[in-house]
């Protein structure tokens, strides 16, 4: 009878698995400083998209107030998934702690109606010392996060959880050197943060973004690739570089459930036809060069592949190239064994196996021909995220009696209408790319 309830039990785990039902249990890497750290499974997947004309509002700390993950995220929506024509807020503010957090949703963050919400708070939170034995910490910040999300939620406003991230090295503050020694007591502390999270996004049924394992494991894979010097965490250990944003930015895509399918580029040289989609158009195709239009952009990430303050760095950190940014090419009717590809000033050389399988352009070509247009856009996304951080400090914060003062609404109308302006500057930016592709034998 054992035997049959354990077939059963065994039967319905793989099934459940089969139908993406089943917690994904977390694969810890096999080195002893990962041996303390229990990581509870992911919760199973959570279907997610984002619906035509949402209004995401992004929260979060002083990591979110950097305007570096928030900015790849309303980048991407921009350039990358432009037909669901999203509107972006922040409000990211540093020192925050979620009940801290809880005193500005309704003035700050409901006032404008969003239709998403994203949360990312627990490095505050966590007080950067050790959980105390009774778990007070851990239990704190689960009220408090459970609270806000029913905020949004009572408000019919669809949430996306983020766990914290991690530390990189022990912070630099006195009072921190007085509670630990090392970062790990502080990380175990963030795990269990962490832990708290996955529980209500499964309570809730919301979906999540796994922060602070992936920043975990990716910064161990980095000191291997790149050595002991590489910070993803950043300088003092909680405010990430370029590649650290990358890696948070990589769990908000999982759970924005973003295909990375950024369109294929068909070329067949017997037939000299080319064809394309989702946002691409073909020009012309003469001789041995292919010209396209595009009205969506690849991800454009630059810098050094060693460098912790690089985008692209952070990019080979978590495969998101393959996962998010697949702007594909497909060769067929090949006549010789290798072809030099040309791409703006870049050429690289293939053979004509891997070209009929199709290379991902993204990835293949850092300097492309958008590169130009897609920072143009992304300095107008900063630009718009620096006056909304400027809002959440200056314009929207109600000390007591200032909800009562004349020229308080008037304030916020005159703010809003900059705004409106950096968002107009925005969509002015984002400009269709023509360019070409030359195909030639090797």
């Given at each position: 009878m054992r035997k049959i309830t354990l077939c059963i039990a065994l039967m319905a785990s793989l099934g459940l698995a089969m139908f993406g039902l089943?917690?994904?249990p977390i694969v810890k890497p096999k080195d002893p400083s990962f041996e303390k750290f229990q990581p509870s499974p992911l919760p199973s997947a959570v279907a997610f998209e984002f619906k035509k004309g949402d209004r995401l509002a992004i929260c979060g700390d002083s990591i979110t107030e950097a305007a570096m993950y928030s900015r790849m995220i309303e980048t991407y929506l921009t350039v990358c998934r432009p037909e669901l024509e999203?509107?972006?807020r922040t409000h990211g503010k540093g020192g925050e702690t979620v009940p801290k957090f809880r005193g500005r949703i309704s003035g700050e963050v409901l006032r404008f109606k969003p239709t998403v919400v994203s949360?990312?708070?627990?490095m505050n939170d966590h007080g950067y010392r050790p959980e105390t034995k009774s778990g007070g910490i851990a239990n704190y910040y689960q009220d408090n996060l459970t609270s806000a999300v029913k905020s949004f939620t009572d408000a019919k406003v669809r949430v996306v959880l983020a766990s914290p991230g991690c530390v990189g090295k022990l912070p630099p503050w006195d009072f921190v050197k007085e509670e630990a020694k090392t970062d790990e007591p502080l990380n175990l502390n963030l795990c269990g943060l962490r832990n708290r999270t996955i529980e209500i996004a499964k309570e809730k049924k919301l979906p999540y973004a796994d922060t602070f394992w992936n920043m975990l494991v990716?910064?161990?894979?980095a000191r291997k690739r790149f050595g002991s010097k590489y910070e993803l965490c950043g300088a003092?250990?909680?405010h990430p570089n370029w590649a650290g944003h990358v890696v948070m930015a990589y769990g908000f895509f999982k759970a924005f459930g973003f295909d990375g399918d950024l369109g294929t580029i068909e070329v067949d040289l017997k037939a000299k036809s080319a064809k394309t989609e989702k946002g691409h158009q073909v020009k012309e195709f003469t001789a041995d060069t292919v010209t396209i239009t595009s009205s969506r952009y690849p991800f454009c990430g630059d810098g050094d592949?060693?460098?912790?303050?690089?985008v692209r760095s952070g990019?080979?950190?978590v495969s998101f190239n393959r996962d998010f940014n697949r702007l594909t090419l497909k060769v067929t009717g090949a006549t010789a064994k290798e072809y030099s590809i040309t791409w703006g000033k870049t050429s690289r050389v293939y053979s004509a196996e891997a070209l009929a399988k199709g290379i991902n352009l993204a990835d293949d070509f850092v300097t492309n021909p958008f590169s130009d247009s897609f920072k143009k856009v992304n300095d107008a996304v900063l630009a718009k995220q620096r006056h909304e951080a400027e809002q959440t400090w200056k314009v929207f914060p109600i000390y007591p009696g200032n909800e009562k003062r004349k020229d308080y609404e008037d304030l916020i109308e005159s703010s809003e209408a900059e705004r409106a302006k950096l968002v107009q500057a925005i969509q002015a930016a984002f400009v269709p790319v023509t360019h070409t592709i030359r195909i030639t034998p090797k």
């Open positions: 089943a917690d994904e999203v509107a972006v949360l990312c708070y627990g990716a910064r161990h894979e003092d250990g909680v592949l060693d460098s912790d303050n690089s990019m080979s950190l």
